[in-house]
Each structure stands twice: as C-alpha cells, then as structure tokens.
C-alpha cells in the first residue's frame, strides 16, 4: 500500500480548480485516455503581462494525477508564463509533501500538460522537446530523450525509478535494457557508477494451470505417463508444425540468431518454426505440456502488477499449441498500444519457454479454429 501525505489526501479529496476555465486562451493536453492516464489543463491568461489570472484542470487517472494537477493550478496562478515553465515536476511533488516513487510520472504529466499549454498561448506547436528521440518503451510510447531528461533533471539512477517518473518499462518490461544503456551514458557523464539490478527471481510455481481452468495437483514428473495428460492441459503438437492460421509478427527472443544460423536451409515459416523450437529443446530441458502452461502463465501473472498499476490488466485464456490467447482487461482494453504491448508480453514468454509462440488476443480463438 502506497503511503501518501496529508497534502496529497487533501487535494484529491477537495481538489482545487477543478473543472474547465469558462474564458480560458490557453490549453494544454498531455496523456491518452486508451491508456488511462490524461491530463486537460486550461489557462486565463492576460495578455498584456502574460500573467496567469486563472487555471484549471480535466484529469482521467489515478488520486496521485488529480492531487498533482490541483496542486500545480495553485502553484502556477499568478505567475507570468516565463515563471511558469520554470516549475518542475520535483516542484509539484514537493507542494504536495511527496509521492509515492510508483506515482511520480503524475507530476511530470503535470509539467508536460502546463508547457502544452503555454505553447498554445503562444501559437506554437508543441512537441515534448523530444520527438526526435528513438522510441525506447512501446508500451508507453516513451522517447529516448525524455528517459534522459528525466534521468538528469530528477538525478534518477535505475530502471525502477526511471519507470516510476516516466511509466517506461512498466508494462512488458522489454525495455529494460534500453534504459540501462541511457542510464549508464548519462551517469558515467555525471561522474556517477551505474549499477544494473538483478534480474527479478522467478515467481514459485502456482497449482493453477491457468485463469478459468480448475484447481490440479501436481503431477509426478517421474511415474506420470506420458500419452495423455489431463484435457484442459492439453496442447495440441500439430500447431506446432501447421502454417499459422494467422499473420502475426513475432519478437524473436534473445539468441533467437543463433537459432535461425544453426538451421539456413528452413524456407518456409513451418520449417523455421520447427527447427527453432529444435535447437531451442538441445539449450534446454524439454517441458511438459503441464509444465509449459504453469511457465506462460508465471510469466504472465509476473507482468500483471505493471498493468494494473495503471488500471489495465491481463488474463490467460488458453493454450492452444504455438498460440497462446490472452484476455486485455481495464484500461489494456481499449488501448491504442495494445498491439506493441502484446509483443512485448510475447516476447518475454518466448525467452522464459526457449522456444517461439505467438501471443493473440482472445477475439482470434474463433479463427484459429477454424484454421
């Protein structure tokens, strides 16, 4: 449970300026509703001093996001636009007593949405100051650019913090790595050692085989037979080695050109398939179908914390051979980024099984089978 101060509890239980300014000549809009983080701010501003005479403030998110947009309102109210673009995110965290590190990316939505703003005004076109960034976290859409900025401005050190003020590598956690090198190049610029964080331990293995499906005991890996495990478990082999039934791009995990290099005759997407999967049974022990099923799920159910922190959420279907089907829930729904957050979650799943899958929503059940 996130600890929050008597100042944050104050502004979202009685949150100051709320609403639209009725006159307003500057608005500023930052986040996506798709994504369940989004930020309207309006501006009175006088023209002759550019002095802000009023603000308000539309947010669709978290208690954190409406604390932090009725803070910033009040901070910024009598300022000119100059004095305005001078307050930081810290500044916002510090009205409001702190936040929690996990809903520091609130504050920087707030300085983002204020700088939109006040290039409204001034009929510019405003683009975050980092649009030529190479994207980093596709689950977010975060920028290069706007991880360092951020790293520098808030003196950020780890993956976990950078998460925390930019929502990258919250989601599928693909990412990752890509902060570490950003965090590395700006620390070692600072004079700074960067330390990367172990790899997270592995969730214990759960008696569910997956969402929807009963509650099983364990199975004796040494005397089980092994023709038919139980029915909800099955997997059926020959997907493995069909054409799929549906177009779908797959992140191939890491090592996967080793793979592809160990098998150059395999033409078609069956073949490579099936000498992937090979090569990738002689790196590792084989699973079980049982065992196979508790792993993506593990997988899955270590990727829901991140999603549910910002009001979406994921549920294991079935298992179906090569393609395994997932329910997108809450905000992951109707999300834009729903696609890329996909294949990160398929790519992750790759790398824990060893071997290639493909990660489908629950609506392509229907098609792949009558495939």
Request: charged share 20%; with cysteine.
């Amino acid at each position: 449970m996130w600890d929050y101060s008597d100042t944050v509890k104050e502004h979202f239980f009685n949150p100051r300026n709320a609403g639209a300014v009725a006159d307003s000549n500057a608005i500023g809009e930052v986040g996506s509703l798709s994504c369940g983080d989004a930020l309207r701010l309006t501006l009175k501003v006088d023209p002759a001093s550019e002095t802000i005479l009023d603000a308000g403030f539309q947010t669709f998110g978290c208690g954190s996001a409406i604390a932090s947009s009725s803070a910033l309102t009040e901070i910024i109210k009598g300022m000119t636009l100059d004095q305005a673009l001078k307050v930081s995110n810290q500044d916002i965290a510090d009205y409001l007593d702190g936040l929690p590190p996990e809903k520091m990316h609130c504050s920087v939505m707030g300085r983002e949405a204020l700088q939109s703003a006040v290039a409204n005004y001034r009929g510019e076109v405003w683009s975050d100051d980092h649009a030529e960034g190479a994207m980093i976290c596709k689950c977010f859409a975060v920028d290069e650019v706007l991880i360092e900025e951020t790293i520098r401005a808030n003196s950020l050190s780890s993956v976990e913090e950078v998460s925390n003020y930019t929502k990258a590598g919250g989601g599928c956690s693909a990412c990752h790595e890509g902060i570490e090198t950003i965090l590395a190049r700006v620390l070692t610029e600072q004079g700074r050692s960067f330390q990367p964080s172990a790899p997270p331990a592995k969730a214990p293995e759960r008696q569910r085989v997956a969402i929807g499906m009963p509650l099983m005991p364990k199975r004796d890996q040494t005397s089980a037979p092994a023709e038919q495990p139980s029915a909800s478990a099955t997997v059926v082999a020959a997907v493995a080695t069909a054409p799929p039934a549906i177009s779908a791009s797959v992140a191939p995990p890491p090592g996967s050109a080793a793979l592809a290099a160990a098998s150059p005759a395999a033409t078609s997407p069956a073949a490579a398939t099936a000498n992937k999967a090979e090569s990738g049974a002689k790196a590792r022990p084989q699973l079980s179908n049982l065992a196979r099923i508790r792993r993506i799920e593990q997988t899955i159910e270590s990727i829901r914390p991140n999603l549910q922190r910002d009001h979406g959420d994921i549920e294991l279907i079935d298992v179906d051979g090569k393609n395994v089907f997932v329910k997108m829930v809450g905000a992951c729904s109707g999300c834009q980024l729903a696609a890329v957050t996909l294949e990160g979650i398929q790519e992750r799943i790759c790398e824990d099984l060893g071997e290639l899958v493909r990660v489908l929503p629950e609506q392509a059940m229907a098609f792949a089978q009558r495939a």
